[in-house]
């Protein structure tokens, strides 16, 4: 016997087909999968390169900068400028004259009788303070320091008038070693004497009181020292 094929030949031909589109698809789909991840991981290849070209030129730049010659501020070194500033202020401080007050003090207990002509006042000299690996300062050129007082001159009219005045400057608190300089009697000449009334003469009321003796006066120069509590 002879076997016969009864099934048409072109519904064989598509089933075939059919079979092999799904097969197709997905080998394309795994194409497309494989070359988008080979194209992500070259991207991200070349940006981390470039980072790290980026990195290393920004090192080598550093690099080439100058270094610093000043050493690093440390905490000790606050430390000490702070403790410097303080002892300057002190010595300022301490330096400082209050000459107002010594001025108030003085016209307070300064007799009725008495006045002043000139007041010379010296303040102390200041405190120079030389930090931690300086230089210090050059000596002064004169040798011979003032003292920190001050120098009163002025006229009363008797030598009693001038011991009161000097016992008075004694109990004031901005000064100590209050002593006498000089003091001198001053005779003054009447008109007559000056010779402006010689050879002539002169009648009127005024006459008799313009020839009058003036009244004498004692002239001084006290000098003192301020106390320390004087200069705070």
Known sequence: MR???????DEKRERIQGARVPLFAAFGGVIVVTALAMFLASSAAGDATNSRTELQAVEAAIRKLPKSQQQSV????????????VAALAAALTTRVAFDRVLREISFVLPED???TSLDATAPASVVLVADGAAPPPPPTNTTATP??????GATYSHASVARFLARLNLLPSLENVRLASSARVEPLTESQN???????QSGPGTAES??????????IV?????TEATR
Do not use: K
């Open 223 to 227: 000098s003192a020292s301020l106390r």
């Open 148 to 153: 920190a007082g001050v120098t009163i001159e």
């Open 195 to 201: 010779g402006q009334g010689t050879g002539q003469s």
């Open 114 to 116: 008495t006045w002043l």
């Open 211 to 220: 020839q009058a003796p003036r009244r004498p006066f004692v002239t001084f």
């Open 3 to 9: 076997a016969v094929n009864l099934l048409p030949r």
């Open 74 to 85: 440390t905490q000790g070194s606050l430390v000490r400028e702070r403790s410097d500033r």
